[in-house]
């Protein structure tokens, strides 16, 4: 997470999944959020994050989108509009229930040498120590990381350069074992299919971390997001929620 996507349409997207979450229910008891931001130092090699559009209300995207959760919607219309983007202003915004905790320490190897491996395991070991005790008091979970999730197995370990912009399913694992539930934002690539990507995403989930019971939520508007989720009915038993953007469609 960089803060300069903060309140663009992907935000809109995951901050309305998680307000309905943690939302009390007739099927499912209310929850008290954390969130993780995997922050990394914003990048400007990119236009990534000016997908802002929806926010005018007059375009056909701001009429579809407000509806759906007209309070998330204007708070984040007058944080942007305000120049304010950022995690911390995410948080002061009132996007999200006013209980939720939150950890935005950024994580980065930059100063570190490549192969200074025990270093940046010990870092990476520190700073998601740190994010457990931020939120250890919350039953959902919420980590989103600049790219999504990887296997620890993945070709690319978690003390590599750029790895900072993945959750790895052994860190979500430290999650799950102390009983609380995950949901975990995931960008697919180019590889194949958005469809067939959230498959292969949870069948690592289900093998990796025993979670279950998962299910693909697709939202297309703007960039294609899939988050395999529970049903309303078994939410409150679902252990990981993995969400994913389709980064090859338009915004």
């Given at each position: 997470?960089?803060?300069?996507y903060a309140g663009d349409v992907g935000?809109?997207m995951?901050l309305g999944?998680l307000?309905w979450?943690?939302?009390?229910?007739?099927?499912?008891?209310?929850?008290r959020?954390g969130?993780?931001?995997?922050r990394?130092?914003d990048?400007h090699?990119?236009?990534d994050g000016q997908h802002?559009?929806?926010?005018?209300?007059?375009s056909?995207?701001?009429?579809?989108?407000?509806?759906l959760?007209?309070?998330?919607?204007?708070r984040?219309r007058?944080m942007?509009a305000a120049?304010?983007?950022?995690v911390?202003?995410l948080?002061a915004?009132?996007?999200?229930?006013?209980?939720?905790l939150y950890f935005?320490?950024?994580?980065?190897?930059?100063?570190?040498?490549p192969?200074?491996h025990a270093?940046?395991?010990?870092?990476r070991?520190?700073w998601?120590h740190e994010?457990?005790v931020a939120v250890?008091?919350?039953s959902?979970?919420?980590?989103d990381?600049?790219n999504g999730?990887?296997?620890?197995d993945h070709s690319?370990p978690?003390?590599r350069?750029?790895a900072e912009?993945?959750?790895?399913l052994?860190?979500?694992?430290r999650?799950?074992e102390?009983g609380?539930s995950?949901?975990?934002?995931?960008h697919?690539?180019?590889?194949?299919p958005?469809?067939?990507?959230?498959?292969?995403?949870m069948?690592?989930i289900h093998?990796?971390l025993?979670?279950?019971?998962l299910?693909?939520?697709?939202?297309?508007?703007?960039?294609n997001?899939l988050?395999?989720a529970?049903?309303?009915?078994?939410?409150?038993r679902?252990?990981?929620?993995?969400?994913?953007?389709?980064?090859?469609?338009p915004?």
């Open positions: 997470m960089q803060d300069r935000d809109f995951k999944l307000r979450l943690a939302a009390p229910s007739p099927f499912a008891r209310s929850h959020l969130v993780v931001w995997f990394q130092s990048e090699h990119d236009p802002v559009g929806y926010l005018d209300p007059a056909a995207a701001g009429a579809d989108l407000r509806p959760d007209s309070d998330l919607y204007d984040l007058g942007v120049g304010n983007r950022s911390g202003s948080a915004c009132g996007a999200l229930p006013p209980d939720t935005d320490r950024v994580l980065n190897f930059a100063d570190l040498a192969a200074d270093a940046r395991i010990v870092r070991e520190r998601f994010a457990m250890e008091p919350c959902l979970v919420f980590v990381p600049d999730l990887r296997r620890d690319e978690s003390h350069n750029l912009k993945h959750t790895y052994s860190e979500v694992g999650l799950l102390r609380q995950v949901v975990a934002h995931h697919a690539d180019r590889s194949e958005v469809e067939a990507q959230a498959v292969s995403r069948a690592d093998d990796g025993g979670v279950e019971p299910a693909a939520v697709r939202a297309p508007r703007g960039t997001r988050a395999p529970p049903s309303v009915e078994t939410r409150d679902a252990r990981l929620i993995s969400g994913a953007v389709d980064q090859t469609s915004r």
